[in-house]
Nanobody, 127 residues
């Protein structure tokens, strides 16, 4: 069973950048597709970005395309979310998640594809 710990959240002004990291412990990290989700107060948890096991494919929600980049380092058991040009509407708790779903490529934006979740890290963007 994989365990996930997110770090890197904080307070930043609009237009600024943050890099979130998600460190995984447990069985082989490279066997998991990974995703980032976020949840703002009063809203449902929503997909932000996903990456396949080897990192050859990435996916993004439209609202972050061109601003956020997901990447992974399988040697370090870590997945990253580089967030640039941050906006106040990006304010949320960000969660990383791991998936072993064989149909991941067609369902990467569904929370139920992911069987393992971190505890979340708060990102606050001030205007």
């Amino acid at each position: 069973q994989v365990q996930l710990v997110e770090t890197g959240g904080g307070l930043v002004q609009a237009g600024g950048s943050l890099r979130l990291s998600c460190a995984a412990t447990g069985p082989t990290f490279s066997s998991y597709a990974m995703g980032w989700f976020r949840q703002a107060p009063g809203k449902e948890r929503g997909f932000v970005a996903g990456i396949t096991r080897s990192g050859e494919r990435t996916h993004y929600v439209d609202s972050v395309k061109g601003r956020f980049t997901i990447s992974r380092d399988n040697a370090k058991n870590t997945v990253y979310l580089q967030m640039n040009s941050l906006k106040p509407e990006d304010t949320a708790v960000y969660y990383c998640a791991a998936s072993t779903d064989p149909y991941y490529s067609g369902r990467y934006n569904y929370p139920d594809v992911y069987g393992y979740w971190g505890q979340g890290t708060q990102v606050t963007v001030s205007s």
